[in-house]
């Protein structure tokens, strides 16, 4: 998954620059668990992770998707002899106008949008764009600014890629119990 300067490259190995075959690189939960629960801190982590997406369909949203990268999606154990310390996401989703009493909503489920809480609780470095507000120069700015910053290592000029996971409950309820499972298996090892 990784290249050999340790992260996703931003065009699929083989691909022409212009292939659509590129980042943000689709990848469903599971999957992505799966691929990235290799060791004891990324599968907390993951577990932050998923408790994170369960406050989301809590507060009553269920649809959209997360861009997610950081050193996360880094071989960061070789490139930097360390391990992550938290994942980065970016959450699309509508809730402005969808969502029935919003300024009330918000206030309720401030842990989802204060970030330095949302670190602390979940281990996720959480950001927002509301799709509700619409294709307009500030969305437009809010996805190029993440996609420009994501697009590269934050310290060197490497390129590198990152993926798009959809909100889906009912898959998040699958991984969880792979990483619950996983989890007492690396307890009992």
């Known amino acids: 998954m990784w290249n050999i300067r340790g992260v996703i490259p931003p065009v699929a190995l083989n691909e022409e620059g212009h292939s659509y075959n ?3 690189y689709s990848i469903n939960i599971n ?3 799966k691929d990235f629960a290799f ?3 990324r599968i907390e982590i993951l ?3 998923l408790a994170y997406r369960q406050a989301i369909y809590s507060s009553g949203i269920e649809t959209g998707f997360q861009w997610v990268n950081g ?3 880094e071989n960061v154990e070789s490139i930097a002899d360390r391990a992550p310390n938290d994942i ?3 959450t699309f989703s509508n809730f402005y106008h969808t969502i029935p009493d919003y300024p009330n909503w918000a206030q309720r489920n401030i842990h989802l949008f204060d970030n330095p809480t949302a670190k602390n609780k979940y281990k996720v470095d959480s950001y927002w764009v509301d799709m509700d507000l619409g294709f ?3 969305s437009i700015r809010k996805c ?3 996609y420009s910053m994501w697009s590269h290592q934050r310290d060197t000029d490497i390129w590198k890629g990152f993926f798009v996971i959809p909100l889906s409950p009912s898959d998040d309820n699958e991984a969880m119990k792979y990483l619950s499972e996983l989890k007492i298996e690396s307890n009992h090892a």
Do not use: H, L, M, Q
Request: no cysteine; net charge negative; aromatic share 20%.
């Open 39 to 41: 060791s004891s801190e």
């Open 47 to 49: 577990i932050g992770f």
């Open 144 to 146: 190029t600014y993440w």
């Open 88 to 90: 980065d996401i970016v």
């Open 136 to 138: 307009n120069e500030a």
């Open 71 to 73: 050193s996360f999606a």
């Open 22 to 24: 590129r980042s943000p």
């Open 31 to 33: 999957k992505f668990i």
